[in-house]
């Protein structure tokens, strides 16, 4: 679930390789986004196919299957909740080169989870805008504390412990957060600045309503 600093997850790396993969939706289940349990509800879940198309399959509460994705090294996963089910569209890269054809796991973010980050903050999540979750690991996916992340939102923060603040630094979670970023109905690159003990730029994806949530991995 990472993007290399520097690079955009979901650009055509050259090739047009592309193959077949199922999967299941994992539903987190706290505010790390990382862990749950399986999501039972329907979803549309869609990725990157050839020449930047989108390809599109449906989750029926236990599995889904996509055809001719893009192999890539962050390829761009979307899952689109039913309504009523408390889940936000959630997007997030995964690696399709090396992904087992039967064997991807993809998220959706628990809207309650979303909106107590916003509760710490003292203001209110936008549905016209887009969430960002990253978290900055190293090589070996390691978190890295001591990171500034800078882009245009309403609200930045960062992990402290149970909670989150208006502080300037990762802590040993690597977690920033940034709170209604402006963004359209389709997909679209916003990039994060990032400093402190490493100095680099990660583009990300974002649409109007939805979480994004990624790891970036940079090089201390």
Do not use: C, H
Request: glycine residues 14%; proline residues 3%; aromatic residues 8%.
């Amino acid at each position: 679930m990472g993007i290399d600093d520097g690079n955009e997850g979901g650009a055509n790396g050259g090739g047009e390789e592309t193959a077949s993969f199922s999967g299941s939706v994992l539903a987190f289940d706290d505010d790390y986004f990382d862990k749950g349990a399986a999501f039972t509800g329907m979803a549309k879940v869609s990725a990157t196919g050839e020449s930047g198309a989108r390809v599109t399959g449906t989750y029926d509460g236990t599995t889904f299957e996509l055809t001719q994705v893009l192999k890539n090294s962050g390829n761009w996963f979307f899952v689109e909740p039913a309504a009523g089910s408390g889940m936000l569209p959630t997007l997030m890269p995964l690696d399709t080169r090396t992904a087992k054809a039967d064997m991807l796991t993809v998220g959706v973010a628990n809207g309650a989870d979303v909106d107590s980050i916003f509760s710490f903050l003292n203001t209110e999540r936008s549905v016209e805008r887009a969430q960002v979750v990253l978290t900055v690991v190293d090589g070996s996916l390691r978190s890295v504390p001591g990171v500034t992340g800078t882009l245009a939102s309403e609200v930045t923060a960062y992990r402290a412990a149970g909670g989150w603040i208006g502080d300037e630094l990762t802590d040993n979670s690597g977690m920033i957060f940034f709170g209604n970023v402006q963004a359209g109905s389709a997909l679209s690159s916003v990039s994060i600045s990032l400093s402190g003990p490493v100095t680099t730029r990660v583009d990300v994806k974002v649409v109007a309503g939805a979480v994004t949530v990624v790891s970036a991995i940079v090089n201390p």
